[in-house]
């Protein structure tokens, strides 16, 4: 690409590298030691969420590396900068987790303030760990500047005495040495075996779930999103990308011709198609907003409705991402939903072609059995459900993906933090038929939306996954399964009824039809919201404290700003 046949008559770097006027500014640049041609070129944003946090962020920044080649070949010049990223293994099951959801936004944030502060002209953006990757793709759009978006990749399975594992087993582990079924040699001994490598949690929790979303939604080119991490062959697409954004540029092709309100129906059915994370129907409408598209928890549950589930992939599942990757990455599951009529072929990608196009080529794999055909699916219908009942107005969603049982019914237990539930589980202080309700852990009432997955792995590794149900205002982790619902809004910290039930109220859960019911009447209910009382949080100051400020509900992604709708300029146009 001829850094000379882009104009920058409208492109946002001529505000700090065109005319006599941006000598001072320029003059910086030359400091970092850029040529004049170089400061001439298209600035290009190379974000990266890179730490030494988790494996998920580790290989980042060398990743970074070969995309900035990449940019420098098609005749751009790459401008590398980093972000924070909160990691959910790590911050689970403590305070630390009240951090994550709010990374999200930080991360959008700091991407978005960075890019305008320095007039970057596209921006290619690395993440690895659940809440970088939405939070790197609400960035795009929001700024809708040319863009692509790169997965650091997946960690590859551990192995433990001749079976594979991954994180989840390492979480379900303490549930079992919790009741003593086994030893603290063999907790050990998983904990040192099930990650091996660098790269995000290997199975088809939130980060390889919104991986998927970023291959079907456009925004990331086929394939770049299923190789693990330690492949060297992550470097192709890493350069690839650098390249391909310069013809972006080129072309004008911005995110908002991508994330159309057909490519957001895309990246619902392959969550779904996937037996995905619960945290797409959050991450979605989030996306969504950055874009000024109305798509919200009910439009992401009524695609999940109609959608097979087809691959066969852990927490319910039998593989990890490298396994789909090795039989034909997620272009293998995307050609099948296509062909049978469960993608839009029709949307734009940042490959310059359409989907369809991409798929053009993609031939089904009869050797593998990771993914099924779209015509014989694991299950008609998806591995998530959307939930709607008079205990959840608002909506609520379950991941069924390897459930046998969609139904249950029984006496509410009740706690006001995942705190009190863990140290009851841990315990053995419930009993077998309860429904186990954490509240007071929503966007605004944690603040921050915890996942609870060391209390469900721990119910999980203790034998009872399928004899209890646990609901919460909360959200559960891309790696919980059993008859977990989370997101149930509104949210106990503004009066909803999820805050207003006891101990013994009778609780209905059909995943079958998509309800979820306290056995209450509405005057009841009505009764109990006038003695309710709002309580407050620990959290009275700081970045949590001003997160619950602005948060908004689950249902419409737990967003904290006005969205596209409100916008009056964008970024791209200054």
């Known amino acids: 690409m001829d850094a000379k046949a882009i104009s920058k008559a409208k492109l946002p770097s001529r505000y700090v590298t065109v005319g006599p006027a941006r000598a001072p500014h320029r003059s910086y640049l030359y400091a970092m030691g850029l040529s004049a041609a170089e400061i001439a070129q298209p600035l290009v944003g190379v974000a990266s969420c890179w730490n030494e946090a988790a494996p998920c962020n580790i290989s980042l920044m060398r990743q970074a590396q070969v995309v900035k080649k990449g940019v420098a070949a098609a005749s751009g010049t790459p401008r590398e900068f980093c972000t924070i990223t909160v990691t959910d293994g790590i911050a689970m099951g403590h305070q630390g987790m009240k951090s994550s959801l709010v990374s999200r936004e930080v991360i959008a944030d700091s991407v978005e303030l960075t890019m305008r502060g320095h007039c970057y002209d596209a921006l290619v953006g690395l993440a690895g760990c659940d809440k970088s990757l939405p939070g790197m793709m609400m960035a795009m759009v929001r700024l809708n500047v040319p863009s692509i978006f790169i997965y650091g990749g997946s960690i590859l399975p551990g192995s433990y005495r001749g079976r594979q594992i991954t994180v989840q087993d390492v979480f379900e582990a303490v549930g079992q040495h919790s009741v003593g079924t086994i030893s603290d040699a063999d907790l050990l001994e998983i904990e040192q075996a099930a990650c091996p490598s660098a790269g995000s949690c290997g199975a088809q929790f939130t980060a390889n779930t919104m991986a998927t979303v970023a291959e079907a939604i456009g925004l990331a080119l086929p394939y770049s999103c299923g190789a693990p991490a330690p492949y060297e062959m992550r470097d192709r697409f890493n350069f690839a990308s ?49 874009a000024g598209i109305k798509f919200d928890l009910f439009d992401v549950a009524a695609i999940f409705e109609k959608t097979p589930y087809i691959a066969d992939l852990k927490p319910g599942g039998k593989y990890v991402a ?42 089904w794999n009869e050797s593998q059995d990771v993914v099924r055909p779209a015509s014989r699916p694991i299950t008609k219908t998806g591995g998530v459900v959307g939930l709607k009942g008079n205990l959840a107005p608002e909506g609520a969603i379950v991941k069924v993906a390897g459930m046998s049982e969609l139904k249950f019914s029984g006496p509410a237990r009740c706690f006001d933090s995942e705190e009190e539930c863990f140290e009851a589980v841990t315990q053995r202080n419930y009993r077998e038929g309860e429904v186990l309700v954490i509240r007071y852990e929503g966007p605004r009432g944690g603040p921050g939306m915890r996942e609870m997955l060391s209390t469900t792995a721990a119910l999980y590794g203790q034998g009872m996954g399928g004899k209890v149900a646990l609901i919460t205002d909360g959200r559960f982790s891309g790696a919980t399964r059993g008859f977990c619902i989370g997101h149930v809004g509104p949210e106990a910290a503004v009066g909803g009824p999820i805050g207003l039930i006891k101990d013994g109220d009778v609780i209905s859960i059909d995943a079958l039809k998509g309800t979820i019911e306290v056995a209450l009447s509405d005057a009841e209910l009505a009764a109990r919201a006038k003695e309710w009382k709002a309580r407050k949080t620990d959290y009275q100051s700081g970045a949590i404290w001003k997160y619950a400020q602005t948060v908004g509900s689950a249902r419409d992604g737990a967003v904290t700003h006005p969205g596209a709708a409100r916008e009056t300029h964008c970024y791209a146009d200054i």
């Open 242 to 290: 650098g390249e391909k954004v310069m013809e972006l540029i080129a072309r004008n092709i911005r995110p908002r011709d991508i994330v159309t309100l057909k490519a957001l129906e895309n990246a619902a059915t392959v969550v779904s198609a996937t037996g995905g994370s619960t945290n797409a129907a959050l991450h979605l409408p989030a996306i969504a907003h950055e």
């Open 322 to 363: 490298k396994d789909m990757f090795e039989a034909g990455g997620i272009p293998l599951l995307m050609k099948t939903l296509l062909d049978h009529g469960y993608l839009h072929g029709d949307c734009m990608t940042v490959t310059g072609r359409t989907l369809a196009e991409n798929m053009e080529h993609v031939s």
